[in-house]
T-cell receptor, first 115, second 122 residues
Framework: AQKVTQAQTEISVVEKEDVTLDCVYETRDTTYYLFWYKQPPSGELVFLIRRNSFDEQNEISGRYSWNFQKSTSSFNFTITASQVVDSAVYFCALSEANYGQNFVFGPGTRLSVLP | DAMVIQNPRYQVTQFGKPVTLSCSQTLNHNVMYWYQQKSSQAPKLLFHYYDKDFNNEADTPDNFQSRRPNTSFCFLDIRSPGLGDAAMYLC?????????????????????FGDGTRLSIL
């Protein structure tokens, strides 16, 4: 069965610090997608990124960057120069192509950015 | 402008009294999802519609039903809410299914979420 682990339950940083949110996944499928979502205190989930299993190229979008490493089954998310508005719960998720139709969220990491 | 709209934002119902949550979308997306999210937990998929085709998750209780009368609207019906059904209910949409080599289809990830309806049970 597919599984997503986010070992960090809560992280607190001071504004302008860099912070990395860890995501480790398990799958027996060779074709799969990985995702990150942000859920601010207001409650709505915001889609951030989708990465397929054949594309290990790291991605940068403004202050956000993602490091996909198939060798360690990890898809980590880094926020550079964090801001108070980055405070939210961040979910990593996995979707398999062949062995499961489910889209599975990890348990989430609550990030608090303090002024 | 909101693209996935959930009404109401907060819903209170009595134990055992049927309740319906509403979701509408202006995106004309084919796929609509319902998730249940309990406090401090990840969202859990209940079911999804691809157009009019209903896809139930294996562990979704029978107490939960859904209707999609047209592309824009999807409803979540809880027939006899119990205390354990108190949660945030999230509606989401995606344009279409992903397609992989070999023609095997899989639902695309939910792309647009509504603000959710927080359901309380008295």
């Amino acid at each position: 069965a597919q599984k997503v682990t986010q070992a960090q339950t809560e992280i607190s940083v001071v504004e302008k610090e860099d912070v990395t949110l860890d995501c480790v996944y398990e799958t027996r499928d060779t074709t799969y997608y990985l995702f990150w979502y942000k859920q601010p205190p207001s409650g709505e989930l915001v889609f951030l990124i989708r990465r397929n299993s054949f594309d290990e190229q790291n991605e940068i979008s403004g202050r956000y960057s993602w490091n996909f490493q198939k060798s360690t089954s990890s898809f980590n998310f880094t926020i550079t120069a964090s801001q108070v508005v980055d405070s939210a719960v961040y979910f990593c998720a996995l979707s398999e192509a062949n062995y499961g139709q489910n889209f599975v969220f990890g348990p989430g990491t609550r990030l608090s950015v303090l002024p | 402008d909101a693209m996935v709209i959930q009404n109401p934002r907060y819903q209170v119902t009595q134990f055992g009294k049927p309740v319906t949550l509403s979701c509408s979308q202006t995106l004309n997306h084919n796929v609509m999802y319902w998730y249940q999210q309990k406090s401090s937990q990840a969202p859990k998929l209940l079911f999804h519609y691809y157009d009019k085709d209903f896809n139930n998750e294996a562990d979704t209780p029978d107490n939960f039903q859904s209707r999609r009368p047209n592309t824009s609207f999807c409803f979540l019906d809880i027939r006899s809410p119990g205390l354990g059904d108190a949660a945030m209910y999230l509606c989401a949409t995606s344009r279409d299914y992903l397609r992989f080599v070999g023609g095997q289809k899989q639902a695309d990830q939910p792309q647009h979420f509504g603000d959710g309806t927080r359901l309380s049970i008295l």
